[in-house]
Nanobody
Framework: VQLQASGGGLVQPGGSLRLSCAAS????????MGWYRQTPGKQRELVAT???????NYADSVKGRFTISRDNAKNTVYLQMNSLKPEDTAVYYC??????????????WGQGTLVTVSS
């Protein structure tokens, strides 16, 4: 299963961006989908996750500013980021886990998309 992320870029503090990540391949079902981020010298950290049923979980640092959602018919997860801060600058990675056709378990990562928040 492959994940293709898009939507990163340069934005001023207080601005908004929307990230998208589409999964493709021999997908039978996708359980959790999520977004993580990483800055140089630091470990990758969870930003937000969403289950197939729509239950969400957010890092404290983004609660109230970011919204994760998914379109199960399109195997796509989104991250709407509002009120962006310079500390949100990072490479953002999407992740999805579930079952391939044949009931093989998968957990895949997207290629990463850079978000830069700067004036």
């Amino acid at each position: 299963v492959q994940l293709q992320a898009s939507g990163g870029g340069l934005v001023q503090p207080g601005g908004s961006l929307r990230l998208s990540c589409a999964a493709s391949g021999s997908i039978f079902s996708i359980n959790a989908m999520g977004w993580y981020r990483q800055t140089p010298g630091k470990q990758r950290e969870l930003v937000a996750t969403v289950t197939k049923g729509g239950n969400t979980n957010y890092a404290d640092s983004v609660k109230g500013r970011f919204t994760i959602s998914r379109d199960n018919a399109k195997n796509t997860v989104y991250l709407q980021m509002n009120s962006l801060k310079p500390e949100d600058t990072a490479v953002y990675y999407c992740n999805a886990g579930g079952f391939e056709v044949g009931f093989r378990v998968f957990s895949s990562w997207g290629q990463g998309t850079l978000v830069t928040v700067s004036s």
